[in-house]
C-alpha cells in the first residue's frame, strides 16, 4: 500500500512551509535569539499546516532534527476531541512537573484544543498562569472564537490564512511532476480552488486524481468533482432573471443525473452570484443578496436538493411581481371569432347581427394578414404583427431565451430589428452568437430574409429596482399582482 501523498509531502522543516511565511519567519527568529514563550497558540482553518508547524516546533525548540518516524517521550500530542474532560488535563497538570527524561523542553501539543470542557479550561488555565520552566504548551485550533480569553492572553497567538490559489497550484504542480501524473494547469486550479486554501484538500484531491488514465484535462476534473461549469450557471442565472421555471427545473433535473449535490450547486451559484454583484449593476439588488444568503443556507439544510429548489422558486416568485403584457394574439386565435360570430342565426333581428359582424374583420383578421404579404415569390415583409408569432416559436427551442425576448421592446427600421432591454445581463445574453442565431433562423423561417439584429439597453437600471423585472410561468396565465 503506498503512502497518501500529504503525507508523503508532509513539511520536514520550518523551510519548507509555504504560504505561512510570516509565522516562520517570526517563530525561526525567535528561536536564533532564543526568545522563547512557555505557550504558543495557533490558529487557522484546516490544512494550512497548524500540526505540521507544531511538530516541527517541538522540535526545533529541542535542537533535534524532524523525524515522523522518531517517538520521544517528552512530546506529547493529545486530542482534545478524545481528551476534553477534566480528569485528563488534571492529570496532565500533575505530570508537567516531572522533569523531561530525554530532551531539553517537556512539550505538549493539545490539537483541536476548543474542545475542552469548561472544567477543563479552568484547570489548564492554572497551568499556563505558573507552567515549569521546562514545559512548552502549543495549542492548536480551528476554531480560536470558542477559546476563553484568559487562554488567549496567555500565549503567543499565531493566525493561520488560507493558502493562495497561485501558490498552491505551483506546490500542485512540483508534486505532480515527482510523481509522473500528466495534469495541465487548468485542472490544478480547479483542485486548487476547490480545495479551498487548504494544501491537505488539494493535495488529497490530486492523490484521488492520479489514477486516472492518459493527461488530465479541466473536464476530467469537473466531473469527477461534481463541479458545475461556467456555462450552466450562466444558465441558472439567465432563467432565475427571465423568471422561467421550466428551464431552472431542467437544468436542476440535468445537474442531479449528472450526480452533483444540491448543496454543491448552491454553493457554486453562490460564490457566481457573489463575484457578478460587485461588477454587474443588474445583480446589485435586495432580491439579489436575498438569494444569496438562502444559497449560503442550502448546504446545511436537511434536505439540500429540496431546499435549493424551494430557494429558487421563492427568488422567482418574490422578485417578478410584475410581469409584462401576454404578447398580441396568434393568428390562429382569430379563427376562433367565426364560429362565436356565426352562432346566433336564429335570432329576431337577424340585420342587427350583421352589422356586428363586420366591425370583427376590420380589428383582427385585417392587421394579421399584413403578415403574410409577400414581397417576392420566396419573401415576406417583416411587420410587427410578426414578431410575436416569432417569439412564440422561440419559446419551443429555448424557454430562456423566450423569457428574455417577453422583456424586451422590438422596433423595426432599414431592414433592421433593434432589441432593447431594460438590463445589461439581458443584453448580454442575447447578444450571444448561439443565443442570436436561434433568434435569427427562426425569422428567417418566417420571412426568407436574413435580418441582422441590435441588442441595446433602453436606459441605465437602477440597483434596487426590482419591480421592473417580470414575472413568466411556462404555459400558464399571467396575473399581475394587487397591489
Not at 122 to 132: H, R, S, W, Y
Not at 380 to 408: C, H, Q
Amino acid at each position: 500500500m503506498g503512502r497518501a501523498l500529504y503525507r508523503k509531502y508532509r513539511p520536514q522543516s520550518l523551510d519548507e512551509i509555504f504560504g505561512q511565511e510570516h509565522i516562520t519567519d517570526t517563530l525561526r527568529n525567535a528561536i536564533k535569539k532564543d526568545a522563547i514563550s512557555h505557550a504558543y497558540l495557533l490558529t487557522g482553518p484546516r490544512g494550512v499546516g497548524k500540526t505540521s508547524i507544531a511538530r516541527i516546533l517541538a522540535y526545533e525548540l529541542n535542537a533535534i532534527p524532524y523525524d515522523e518516524s522518531s517517538t520521544y517521550m517528552d512530546i506529547i500530542e493529545i486530542d482534545a476531541a478524545s481528551n476534553r474532560r477534566i480528569d485528563e488535563i488534571r492529570d496532565l497538570r500533575d505530570k508537567v512537573n516531572i522533569l523531561p527524561s530525554q530532551l531539553k523542553y517537556k512539550i505538549y501539543i493539545i490539537d483541536e484544543v476548543h474542545m475542552l470542557t469548561k472544567e477543563a479550561f479552568n484547570a489548564l488555565l492554572k497551568t499556563l498562569e505558573e507552567p515549569p520552566a521546562h514545559v512548552i504548551f502549543i495549542l492548536a485550533t480551528t476554531e480560536s472564537h470558542k477559546l476563553p480569553d484568559t487562554i488567549i492572553s496567555r500565549t503567543q497567538h499565531f493566525t493561520f490564512k488560507p493558502i493562495d490559489t497561485e501558490t498552491l497550484v505551483l506546490q500542485l504542480g512540483k508534486i505532480s511532476k515527482k510523481e509522473s501524473i500528466t495534469i495541465d494547469k487548468g485542472a490544478l486550479t480547479l483542485l486548487a480552488q476547490h480545495g479551498r486554501g487548504s494544501f491537505r484538500d488539494s493535495i488529497s484531491l490530486l492523490d484521488q486524481v492520479q489514477g486516472i488514465e492518459g493527461k488530465i484535462d479541466t473536464l476530467q476534473i469537473q466531473r469527477l468533482l461534481g463541479i458545475v461549469s461556467d456555462e450552466v450557471l450562466d444558465q441558472l442565472l439567465a432563467a432565475l432573471q427571465a423568471g422561467s421555471l421550466s428551464e431552472i427545473a431542467k437544468l436542476l433535473e440535468s445537474l442531479r443525473t449528472q450526480g452533483i449535490q444540491g448543496s454543491d450547486i448552491a454553493k457554486q451559484l453562490a460564490q457566481k452570484i457573489r463575484d457578478s454583484i460587485y461588477v454587474d449593476t443588474t445583480m446589485q439588488s435586495l432580491a439579489m443578496t436575498g438569494l444569496l444568503k438562502a444559497l449560503i443556507d442550502v448546504p446545511t439544510s436537511f434536505n439540500p436538493d429540496k431546499y435549493l429548489e424551494v430557494v429558487l422558486l421563492e427568488y422567482i416568485f418574490n422578485s417578478n411581481p410584475q410581469p409584462q403584457p401576454i404578447p398580441a394574439p396568434m393568428p390562429q386565435q382569430v379563427e376562433n371569432v367565426e364560429p362565436v360570430q356565426k352562432q346566433p342565426k336564429k335570432e329576431a333581428a337577424p340585420e342587427a347581427q350583421v352589422k356586428i359582424e363586420k366591425p370583427a374583420p376590420v380589428t383582427k383578421p385585417i392587421p394579421a394578414k399584413k403578415t403574410v404579404v409577400k414581397s417576392s415569390a420566396d419573401h415576406v415583409d417583416f411587420s410587427d404583427e410578426l414578431w410575436p408569432i416569432i417569439v412564440a416559436e422561440v419559446k419551443k427551442t429555448n424557454s430562456t431565451i423566450y423569457g428574455i425576448l417577453r422583456m424586451s421592446q422590438m422596433k423595426y427600421d432599414d431592414n433592421t430589428i433593434e432589441l432593447l432591454f431594460k438590463f445589461p445581463f439581458h443584453q448580454k445574453q442575447i447578444n450571444e452568437a448561439k443565443n442570436k442565431k436561434v433568434i435569427e433562423e427562426i425569422i428567417k423561417k418566417h420571412t426568407g430574409q436574413s435580418i441582422p439584429i441590435v441588442c441595446s439597453l433602453t436606459e441605465k437600471p437602477k440597483s434596487n429596482n426590482i419591480d421592473a423585472i417580470s414575472n413568466i410561468f411556462e404555459g400558464s396565465e399571467v396575473l399581475e399582482s394587487g397591489s
